[in-house]
């Protein structure tokens, strides 16, 4: 009897510590969770010019846990654009070829059963065990563009006064992602850059003195010298330059159109037609009169207007050379009493000459 009860507690025994190891061996093994960490390197701006770009120095978090890894490329709404597995992959894509618009980059650690994963799809709808990190941008940006700048030319006196220009506009479809408005003289040498359009606005013509300025529009990106050249053809790097706007200070003639004339000296009058201005708004100045010489500045009548010169006889003046002028000009010249026009003084302008040859 006692040899039976202790077979019974031995199996007794038995049992409970088979039944104990089964207990512990049955724990199922935790689930992994995923998580990309923080992904760094960038953000990257490129120039869509037909230049291949490539991003580098781009580093995944060395922490970061999931059975399955890769990198997403979407535009900024999230559309997957690429896939690259490694980051020798990521480090050889094109984004110059992907045109003008932003990228961005993301690291994705995943377990399997990861639904959505494919181009064309979206990465807000992925589904199943995964974690994005964060993203890196990756701008793309056109070829900057000034446009065409509107408004003026300009013609201002110098006296004193001071003299600014009004009404010039930009192009509202102009790219580049830094801007400015560049003055320079008629040798292209920059006088100012004043960096939007109410500083421009603000400058004082008059104070420059007679002479010629130039207004332009500057687009551009940041590895352009604007802010180191001196004159604006020795501009480098990504940008672009509109048309100038002329601004005039002092006295303006405009220039003359019509001729050359030739007549012969025979008893038969001789008049000149057809003169005109090729810019006749630009024309300024308080005064203004016609002065014909001879071919070496001696003057030999000073006609009033147009219609004056064209009343002149020239075959009355014989054989030789004459030159037709037209003069705008301020109080101070000495138009009055000089006998040469090469011997002006005070504020004036003269413009080109038109020959009449009286053979």
């Not at 003359?256 to 090729?278: A, H, K, Q, W, Y």
């Not at 005064?287 to 009343?311: C, K, Q, R, S, Y």
């Amino acid at each position: 009897m006692i040899k039976k009860m202790f077979l019974a507690v031995l199996v007794l025994s038995f049992v409970a510590t088979s039944c104990s190891n089964d207990d512990d061996s049955s724990t199922p093994p935790q689930a992994i969770v995923p998580n990309a960490g923080v992904l760094s390197g960038g953000p990257f701006t490129f120039i869509v010019d037909g230049t291949p770009d490539f991003v580098n120095g781009i580093t995944t978090d060395p922490d970061a846990v999931g059975s399955n890894r890769r990198f997403v490329v979407t535009d900024d709404l999230g559309n997957i654009l690429g896939l690259p597995p490694t980051i020798q992959d990521l480090e050889g894509v094109d984004f110059d070829g992907a045109g003008v618009g932003t990228c961005l980059i993301w690291y994705l650690r995943y377990e399997d059963g990861l639904q959505g994963l494919e181009m064309g799809q979206n990465a807000n709808d992925l589904q199943g065990s995964f974690d994005l990190s964060n993203s890196i941008t990756v701008n793309r940006l056109g070829q900057p563009d000034a446009g065409t700048l509107i408004g003026g030319p300009f013609n201002f006196i110098v006296d004193g006064t001071p003299d600014m220009v009004s009404g010039i506009s930009t192009a509202p479809n102009a790219v580049g992602t830094n801007r400015t408005f560049v003055i320079t003289d008629i040798d292209l040498n920059i006088l100012g850059t004043p960096g939007d359009l109410t500083a421009l606005e603000g400058v004082d013509f008059d104070g420059a003195g007679r002479g010629v300025c130039l207004i332009w529009y500057l687009r551009y990106e940041d590895d352009t010298n604007i802010a180191t050249v001196t004159n604006a053809a020795d501009l480098t790097g990504t940008f672009s330059l509109s048309n100038s706007i002329r601004v005039e200070r002092g006295p303006n003639a405009d220039v003359l159109t019509g001729g050359p004339f030739t007549f012969t000296v025979d008893g038969t009058p001789d008049m000149v037609s057809g003169i005109g201005f090729e810019n006749p708004d630009n024309r300024v100045g308080t005064n203004a009169i016609w002065i014909i010489t001879d071919d070496t500045g001696m003057i030999l009548g000073t006609p009033p207007t147009l219609a004056a010169v064209e009343g002149v006889d020239f075959d009355g003046a014989g054989v030789g050379v004459c030159l037709i002028w037209y003069l705008r000009y301020e109080n101070d010249t000495n138009i009055s009493t000089v006998t040469n026009a090469n011997n002006l003084t005070g504020t004036f302008h003269l413009s080109n000459s038109i020959t009449v040859t009286r053979n």
